[in-house]
């Protein structure tokens, strides 16, 4: 964290499954894939340091080196409004949450618990998805269900990608050279998963996903807003239980459900380019509700300065961006197609003089962790 530059990336993948491996980049050095079993959460840590401090292809020299591990971390409820360090206390915490992020929090709370054990003493932050979504109003957060739900259960808006979202919108004004607290900001996390915020002065007032990131956009395999009332249609028509349509729309619909093609934009891409009328509706929807909720929101803020397109699809996808920006012309939106061409680079996409500004800026999570990390432990 001297300079922030990267030492190493990594992954994990298959944790208990066959054909477990670890993917270890150095930098200035050669990529390892190296496959082994990989049993539970504690041997995968114990690997990834193996290979940090590896003789050959490692980037320090002992674990003495490591001052601190930051944890991305998907839930932190209403109770974590911002990064946190680590003690018993906030595990019982993160474990109560898990009534709400059965999916997402179990293995982060794994991961924690087996960097406990192998650096023991070595102080470990959290820093969760949903903190930066915190400073939403009540009108945002509260569902328009019996308010004893919320009260009983945590039943309201969340919101996820706050790592992400946080980034960006900090990013682009220290581009644009203006305190972030005089802006108002719609930022757009497009990937497999997507998000929307609009952030005014640099507090999150509303957010595209809500209590779990089905809501929203339409995304890779989830469905995003619908009727709820189409639940009870579908399992009675379908003979479906209330798991499978809880399946149907995390991992069967989105661009995956509406193409019939896949999951992944490039490919509906392509098969859109080669007439697939089901695969050009799927890339139509997907504009269109981003462009209904920049709209939304930038009534929301009585105002919008700055957009930014972030993730796999905001930096790279070239045709979603001129798509919705081709909508935004009445926001006051100066389109520049020329510099829209770009992927994966920071780069501002407006024409100088545009009253509302947009930039591609690629999301940067792991620089937001660490720099927390660092932050938290000095
Ligand atoms: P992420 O979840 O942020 O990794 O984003 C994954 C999504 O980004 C997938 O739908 C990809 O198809 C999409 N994506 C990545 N590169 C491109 C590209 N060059 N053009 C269009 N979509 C892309």
């Known amino acids: 964290m001297t300079d922030e530059s990267v030492l190493a990336k990594g992954l994990v993948e298959r944790i208990g499954l066959e054909g477990s491996l670890l993917t270890h980049r150095p930098e200035n050095k ?7 079993d990989i049993p539970n959460h504690s041997v995968a840590i114990k ?14 020299s002992s674990m003495k080196e490591i001052d601190a591990v930051g944890h991305r971390t998907v839930h932190g409820g209403s109770t974590f409004t911002k990064s946190t360090l680590i003690n018993d206390k906030v595990i019982e915490e993160m474990e109560k949450l898990v009534a709400i992020a059965p999916l997402h929090n179990p293995p982060g709370i794994l991961g924690i618990k087996a960097c406990e054990q192998i650096m023991p003493g070595v102080p470990q932050v959290a820093v969760f998805d949903t903190a930066f979504h915190q400073t939403m109003p009540e009108a945002s957060y509260i569902y328009g269900l019996p308010y004893e739900l919320y009260e009983k259960y945590g039943i309201r808006r969340y919101g996820f ?9 900090q990013r682009v004004a220290e581009i644009i050279g203006k305190p972030i607290e005089e802006l108002k ?3 757009c996390h497009l990937g497999n998963g997507s998000s929307i915020a609009a952030i005014d002065g640099g507090k999150v007032m509303d957010t595209t996903m809500g209590f779990t990131p089905l809501e929203g956009l339409i995304m890779g395999t989830r469905s995003g807003n619908v009727d709820p009332a189409i639940i009870k249609f579908i399992m ?23 193409s019939g093609v896949s999951s992944d934009l490039r490919n509906v891409e392509e098969a859109a380019a080669q007439g697939n009328p089901r695969a050009k ?19 929301q803020m009585n105002g919008v300065d700055v957009i930014v397109f972030t993730a796999g699809i905001g930096e790279n996808a070239i045709e979603t961006r001129e798509a919705v ?16 061409q770009v992927r994966g680079q920071e780069r501002e996409i407006t024409k100088p003089g545009s009253k509302v500004k947009i930039f591609v800026i690629p999301t940067n999570e792991e620089l937001m962790i660490a720099r927390d990390t660092a932050q938290l432990v000095k």
């Open 30 to 36: 050669e990529k390892q894939v190296i496959y082994t």
């Open 47 to 60: 690997l990834v340091l193996d290979a940090l401090t590896d003789a050959n292809y490692g980037v320090i």
């Open 161 to 169: 990608h706050g790592t992400s979202h946080r980034y960006v919108s």
């Open 185 to 187: 900001i719609i930022t």
């Open 236 to 258: 009675q028509n379908e003979h479906l239980t209330i798991d499978q349509v809880d399946e149907l729309l995390n991992k069967k619909s989105g661009f995956l459900g509406i």
């Open 281 to 299: 509706l799927a890339i139509e929807m997907f504009n269109q509700r981003i462009v209904r909720f920049i709209g939304a929101f930038a009534a």
């Open 325 to 340: 920006c081709a909508k935004l012309t009445f926001l006051g939106v100066d389109f520049d197609r020329e510099a829209n």
